[in-house]
């Protein structure tokens, strides 16, 4: 089989490397490196059309080899795909992202977008993240995913499985639940500031809002099981398409 990782944090991220370490340690599959050369998190699916796309290559080892994109988390995915840099993969995994991705931030999220990407071309993927950003240490995380891989790749043979781990030592975890995404929301708040020219500018903050219901991806990370979510591409609303088919259709 042949593994494509990719992430939105950077070619270099911790994350990524200690997948990849993980990965080499304890399977026998071909792996792969696409990835941003840099920080690209919250980019969502965003990819680039009016600038070229600069490539570093890495050597890894078994004479692998590892490229670093001036893009986005979707640009990789789409070159390393479609644009023949690497065999086409069998699998897709995104991540290790540092912080969570969970509920509805999953569609500003560069590593999910990364992973539905994947599926859109036709590569089952994972989307892999710890719950934290004070949490550092992703070893568990990656030894979880490559001691259980086939067992993950049996239950997603064609979308895209969203995993988020509690961003505690493995020995704090609860155990596993399969959830529907959550529901967050922020209360924002756009302070207005001057810069030394006089032109005005914004930061953007605010309040997590987030909804615990008990087969929420959020409430399992609360109480420190692992979630995984099953989803899809297709945002279709299959329950009022038959109705308004029946308003609108002549």
């Not at 990524?16 to 980019?43: C, D, F, M, N, W």
């Not at 690497?86 to 990364?114: C, E, H, M, R």
């Not at 001057?194 to 087969?215: F, M, N, S, T, V």
Request: proline letters at 4%.
């Amino acid at each position: 089989m042949h593994i494509l990782l990719t992430n939105d944090d950077g070619y270099h991220a911790d994350g990524i490397q200690s997948l990849y370490r993980k990965l080499r340690a304890h399977t026998e599959h071909q792996i792969s490196i696409v990835a941003p050369e840099g920080q690209r998190s919250a980019t969502g699916h965003s990819i680039t059309l009016f600038h070229p796309l600069f490539i570093t290559e890495y050597d890894l080892e078994r004479n692998e080899k590892g490229y670093a994109i001036s893009g986005t988390p979707s640009d990789c995915v789409k070159l390393a795909i479609q644009g023949g840099i690497i065999p086409k993969p069998d699998l897709l995994i995104s991540g290790i992202n540092q912080g969570s991705n969970l509920g509805t931030d999953i569609f500003y999220s560069g590593t999910v977008s990364a992973a539905m990407e994947g599926v859109i071309l036709g590569v089952p993927s994972f989307a892999v993240s710890v719950a934290s950003f004070e949490f550092v240490d992703f070893e568990p995380s990656a030894i979880y995913i490559a001691q259980h891989l086939d067992s993950l790749i049996q239950s997603n043979r064609a979308g895209l499985m969203n995993i988020n781990f509690p961003g505690k030592p493995s020995s704090e975890w609860q155990g596993l639940k399969v959830t529907r995404l959550g529901k967050t929301v922020y209360d924002n708040v756009f302070e207005r500031r001057i810069d030394p020219r006089g032109r005005a500018y914004y930061w953007q903050c605010g309040e997590r809002i987030r909804d615990l219901e008990e087969d929420t991806d959020l409430r399992a990370i609360q109480d420190n099981y692992i979630s995984i979510t099953p989803m899809h591409s297709d945002l279709t609303d299959f329950k009022s398409l038959e109705s308004w088919k029946k308003l609108f259709t002549h």
